[in-house]
Every structure is written in structure tokens, then in C-alpha cells.
């Protein structure tokens, strides 16, 4: 069973649960693309393969709005609506420190490792890094975590959970990244909370919004809004 957020004819978003694949990799686990691919058939009985486009990804132990595209001219749209940032990513991030301001942007340069799949943080370029940055504000507190809410301004590997274990957040069971113990079910608390942009065919304005996992920690901030 899939959840679909949004749908028409040129683009769906589901949501996705912590431990869905966005797309197959070398697990050969199912992911989460096939299962779309099954709906679509299904409901629209369409013979033969479906064509399918994923437009962005989401750390498999992340959760929220996923979007593909339907027809290879909306993926090529959309493509370029990525690529010139002409798209407004809002994420949740739950961690276990007070961040050192209630609101801030981050700017750093990300190199990835390919051997251990894991971001490394600098101040100053290196050799290999990209440029990267996010800004983040204090939605919310209880009595052990703080709620951030999350723009992205650009889409690097393992950004946000890098760039906030920078500062001293790291997200609540990501092990990866410097939180000290992980969630039971494997998951770490991110949440692709919303995706805005323009329509690539109808040029109306889209919001798609997942909403908040059913897990203990996120009730916390059922009330908060965000």
C-alpha cells in the first residue's frame, strides 16, 4: 500500500515511510518506485511498462513527500525547476540539543565518502566539496528534544543531517551522524515536510505537505505549527 499526496497527469507524490527505498540500489531491496509503478498500472490499466521519473531522493531512514514525474517532458521540468532552485523544500528535523541560535542559515562545504556513504563537513572549500546551505529556525521544544524546521537551498548527500551535526544537533537516531542511540525502528526523525513550486505544464502554484509520522517523539509536536 502506497499513500499518494498528490496526483494528475503529469506528477505523483507518496509518501514515503523510513526504510522505503526511493529508488533499487545494490541491496536489492524493493523500493518504493515499483510500487508506484504497480499503482499507476493498476488504476489506469495501462499496458506494458510505465514510465516513471524520480525527480529527487530522500535518505532511506528519512521519511515524507516523495514526487515523481509521469511523462518525460514533466521529468525534464521539473529536472530544471530542481536544478535552478526554483522549489521551496521544507523539512522537520527533530534532535536532542538546543541549536546555538533560534534561527539561523548555514553555509558549508560537504565532501562526500563514498566508501562509508557518510558527508563530511567543512568551513572552507576543498578538494572535492560542494557548497551547501539551509536555514533553520526553533519551531519547538518539550522536555528532551527541539523541533527544527528546515529550508534547503540546495540538495547535497546527507545535507541536513550533516550541516545540523555540525552545530551540534545531530537528529535524533541518526547513529551515522553523532546522535548517541538509535530509534527502535531504525528510522531517524527527518521529515520532508512540504515541496512548493510551480506546475511545469498547468503554471499553478503546488504545495504538497506529508504529515507528521505516528511515532511518540513526533506527537511531542503535534500542537506546534509548522
Not at 82 to 102: Q, S
Not at 120 to 144: F, I, P, Q, T, W
Request: proline share 4%.
Amino acid at each position: 500500500m502506497i499513500d499518494i499526496l498528490f496526483e494528475d497527469n503529469h506528477l505523483i507524490a507518496v509518501l514515503k515511510k523510513p526504510s522505503d527505498l526511493s529508488q533499487g540500489d545494490r541491496t536489492g531491496d524493493e523500493a518504493i518506485d515499483s510500487a508506484v509503478k504497480t499503482y499507476i498500472a493498476s488504476k489506469y490499466n495501462k499496458p506494458g511498462a510505465v514510465f516513471l521519473g524520480l525527480i529527487h531522493r530522500l535518505d532511506r531512514p528519512a521519511g515524507g513527500v516523495l514526487l515523481f514525474a509521469r511523462t518525460s517532458k514533466a521529468l525534464d521540468r521539473m529536472n530544471e525547476i530542481f536544478r535552478t532552485r526554483d522549489v521551496k523544500k521544507t523539512y522537520l528535523a527533530i534532535v536532542g540539543e538546543r541549536p546555538p541560535k533560534d534561527e539561523d542559515t548555514l553555509t558549508h562545504y560537504l565532501k562526500k565518502n563514498e566508501k562509508q556513504n557518510k558527508t563530511y563537513v567543512y568551513d572552507n572549500e576543498v578538494k572535492g566539496s560542494k557548497k551547501a546551505s539551509l536555514s533553520y529556525r526553533l519551531a519547538g521544544r518539550s522536555d528532551r528534544f527541539f523541533l527544527l524546521e528546515v529550508e534547503l537551498h540546495t540538495g547535497r548527500h546527507h545535507q541536513i543531517r550533516a550541516q545540523l551535526a555540525r552545530i551540534g544537533c545531530p537528529i535524533k537516531g541518526d547513529l551515522k551522524y553523532g546522535f548517541p542511540r538509535s530509534n527502535d525502528d531504525g528510522s531517524i526523525c527527518l521529515l520532508a515536510r512540504k515541496l512548493e513550486f510551480i506546475h511545469p505544464v498547468k503554471k499553478e502554484k503546488v504545495l504538497i505537505t506529508a504529515p507528521l509520522p505516528a511515532g511518540d517523539v513526533w506527537k511531542l509536536f503535534r500542537n506546534v505549527e509548522i
